[in-house]
């Protein structure tokens, strides 16, 4: 949701950014005509993300090679055109919304996997590939991506790596920039540039990698990444340990956290609701608690029963009770169940705002009781769930955006929340990003010299501002 003072500057900027005939012309002669579209059709599908929408692009472009993206830029930052690009369009901070119309460029055509390199365990990929994908094809060959998040059936490598993705695994294996080894990228002037590379240690100058990586499409457009491998796991377990209390979940994830676990899940009970209701899963259904972790232990085989006896212990000595998917379908059908839980929300409400925030794990109690109080006070559905592992709590707002008491009553629980979280030492946003929809509340976690660096390094890499603009800074 786009503050409507916002709205009235980018349609004055909007105006002024007109793409000629001959400018089209040359488009088209760029990519082919069966590779350009201003269809009114296609243009709406380019202007919405999971969450939210914008204005449509005037014009969207499918290129195939980066030598056809170096081009187009070198056009658009000459007219002073934006551009936006974007891969499945699953995130959910407006990053790849074309909130100043000009041209999207779609990665789809960017779908290879180009080697996966079991002697130095490296796979390089094109940005369009669904990150899913490319973990079945690792593990076939015996290796093991980590990056795991929810939308791994249909985000893209390339997107994830633009947000900076993290998902279950991130307790143990940490976050997309952990694999991120080395990119080829187009830079908004045309230039294109290779960071990087194929060994695990590199200290030859600043690190773009890194700096391009998590910039939310800013910087540049990646077109292939370079991405660290691990040997597959010989064996994992999941189970589920249902507690009587916030308080007994957390302090039992902490100390789970000895274990190294692969991943430790929070769900709080309106999550547990939702999902019984959703998918009638009898792991849930038969049960009753105020909070659930969902653990993964995996390893080598003897290291996880040793390691599950443990956890029997902790659970014994919490008074909590544990489950333990005995089956691969079981096994799956927990997870199944947590992936659920995000279209599942809409049963309560037909918009949805989903807010991540990430705190020291011990604050996590405090964060949800406030959004239980304020919940209380609003009288809007919130639902609370996670990565208790590393403190990255998603909690949801179902609302109707047409009612404007509901807008005004979310944007007033973000900003509690928002401001609460930071005082607890926290971020707004642990894998989600700012996009739009945070950017007004980045002055709260960020101060002004800081900024102003910031935005230094966005004018070197893009001097017109054409790439992505208006994103991330107020």
């Given at each position: 949701?786009?503050?409507?003072?916002?709205?009235?500057?980018?349609?004055?900027?909007?105006?002024?950014?007109?793409?000629?005939?001959?400018?089209?012309?040359?488009?088209?002669?760029?990519?082919?005509?069966?590779?350009?579209?201003?269809?009114?059709?296609?243009?709406?599908?380019?202007?919405?993300?999971?969450?939210?929408?914008?204005?449509?692009?005037?014009?969207?472009?499918?290129?195939?090679?980066k030598?056809?993206?170096?081009?187009?830029?070198?056009?658009?930052?000459?007219?002073?055109?934006s551009?936006?690009?974007?891969?499945?369009?699953?995130?959910?901070?407006?990053?790849?919304?074309?909130?100043?119309?000009?041209?999207?460029?779609?990665?789809?055509?960017?779908?290879?996997?180009?080697?996966?390199?079991?002697?130095?365990?490296?796979?390089?990929?094109?940005?369009?590939?669904?990150?899913?994908?490319?973990?079945?094809?690792?593990?076939?060959?015996?290796?093991?991506?980590?990056?795991?998040?929810?939308?791994?059936?249909?985000?893209?490598?390339?997107?994830?790596?633009?947000?900076?993705?993290?998902?279950?695994?991130?307790?143990?294996?940490?976050?997309?920039?952990?694999?991120?080894?080395?990119?080829?990228?187009?830079?908004?002037?045309?230039?294109?540039?290779?960071?990087?590379?194929?060994?695990?240690k590199?200290?030859?100058?600043?690190?773009?990698?890194?700096?391009?990586?998590?910039?939310?499409?800013?910087?540049?457009?990646i077109?292939?990444?370079?991405?660290?491998?691990?040997?597959?796991r010989?064996?994992?377990?999941?189970?589920?340990?249902?507690?009587?209390?916030?308080?007994?979940?957390?302090?039992?994830?902490?100390?789970?956290?000895?274990?190294?676990?692969?991943?430790?899940?929070?769900?709080?009970?309106?999550?547990?609701?939702?999902?019984?209701?959703?998918?009638?899963?009898d792991?849930?259904?038969?049960?009753?608690?105020?909070?659930?972790?969902?653990?993964?232990?995996?390893?080598?085989?003897?290291?996880?029963?040793?390691?599950?006896?443990?956890?029997?212990?902790?659970?014994?000595?919490?008074?909590?009770?544990?489950?333990?998917?005995?089956?691969?379908?079981?096994?799956?059908?927990?997870?199944?169940?947590?992936k659920?839980?995000?279209?599942?929300?809409?049963?309560?409400n037909?918009?949805?705002?989903?807010?991540?925030?990430?705190?020291?794990?011990?604050?996590?109690?405090?964060?949800?009781?406030?959004?239980?109080?304020?919940?209380?006070?609003?009288?809007?559905?919130?639902?609370?769930?996670?990565?208790?592992?590393?403190?990255?709590?998603?909690?949801?707002?179902?609302?109707?955006?047409?009612?404007?008491?509901?807008?005004?009553k979310a944007?007033?629980?973000?900003?509690?929340?928002?401001?609460?979280?930071?005082?607890?030492?926290?971020?707004?946003?642990?894998?989600?990003?700012?996009?739009?929809?945070?950017?007004?509340?980045?002055?709260?976690?960020i101060?002004?010299?800081?900024?102003?660096?910031?935005?230094?390094?966005?004018?070197?890499?893009?001097?017109?501002?054409?790439?992505?603009?208006?994103?991330?800074?107020?």
């Amino acid at each position: 949701m786009l503050p409507q003072i916002f709205l009235n500057k980018q349609q004055t900027l909007y105006k002024k950014m007109a793409i000629t005939k001959s400018i089209i012309k040359k488009l088209k002669e760029i990519v082919g005509k069966e590779n350009f579209s201003c269809f009114k059709e296609d243009l709406v599908c380019y202007s919405f993300d999971s969450n939210n929408s914008s204005p449509p692009p005037d014009i969207v472009l499918f290129p195939s090679s980066k030598e056809e993206i170096a081009n187009i830029v070198k056009l658009a930052n000459e007219n002073k055109i934006s551009v936006t690009v974007r891969g499945s369009g699953s995130g959910t901070t407006g990053g790849a919304l074309p909130i100043m119309g000009g041209i999207v460029i779609s990665m789809s055509n960017f779908n290879k996997i180009i080697e996966i390199d079991k002697k130095n365990f490296i796979g390089i990929v094109q940005t369009g590939v669904i990150t899913g994908d490319f973990k079945k094809a690792v593990e076939k060959e015996g290796l093991f991506y980590p990056p795991d998040p929810s939308s791994s059936d249909f985000s893209t490598i390339g997107g994830n790596v633009a947000e900076c993705a993290g998902g279950l695994n991130a307790v143990k294996y940490g976050v997309t920039k952990d694999y991120v080894l080395g990119l080829t990228a187009v830079l908004p002037t045309g230039e294109i540039i290779k960071t990087g590379g194929k060994t695990k240690k590199n200290v030859v100058g600043y690190d773009l990698t890194k700096l391009i990586t998590g910039s939310e499409g800013t910087l540049a457009i990646i077109t292939e990444i370079t991405l660290k491998l691990i040997p597959k796991r010989e064996c994992s377990k999941t189970s589920i340990i249902f507690c009587n209390s916030i308080e007994s979940a957390i302090d039992s994830a902490i100390k789970i956290i000895h274990l190294n676990p692969k991943a430790i899940e929070f769900m709080d009970k309106a999550s547990i609701e939702c999902v019984k209701n959703y998918t009638g899963d009898d792991f849930f259904i038969n049960e009753q608690a105020e909070a659930v972790l969902i653990i993964e232990i995996d390893g080598i085989k003897e290291s996880v029963i040793e390691k599950y006896k443990k956890l029997k212990t902790i659970c014994d000595n919490q008074n909590i009770k544990l489950k333990i998917a005995e089956t691969e379908t079981e096994k799956q059908n927990i997870w199944k169940n947590r992936k659920s839980l995000s279209p599942a929300l809409f049963k309560y409400n037909k918009d949805k705002i989903n807010e991540d925030i990430v705190l020291p794990i011990s604050k996590i109690p405090e964060i949800v009781r406030k959004i239980e109080k304020l919940k209380d006070e609003t009288n809007l559905t919130m639902i609370s769930f996670g990565h208790a592992g590393d403190g990255n709590i998603h909690f949801n707002i179902m609302l109707d955006k047409d009612n404007p008491d509901d807008k005004k009553k979310a944007l007033y629980v973000i900003n509690e929340v928002f401001n609460y979280t930071i005082s607890l030492g926290g971020s707004i946003s642990g894998e989600h990003g700012i996009g739009t929809t945070k950017k007004e509340h980045i002055k709260k976690e960020i101060d002004d010299v800081t900024l102003s660096i910031m935005k230094k390094i966005k004018k070197t890499f893009d001097p017109n501002g054409i790439l992505n603009p208006y994103k991330i800074f107020p």
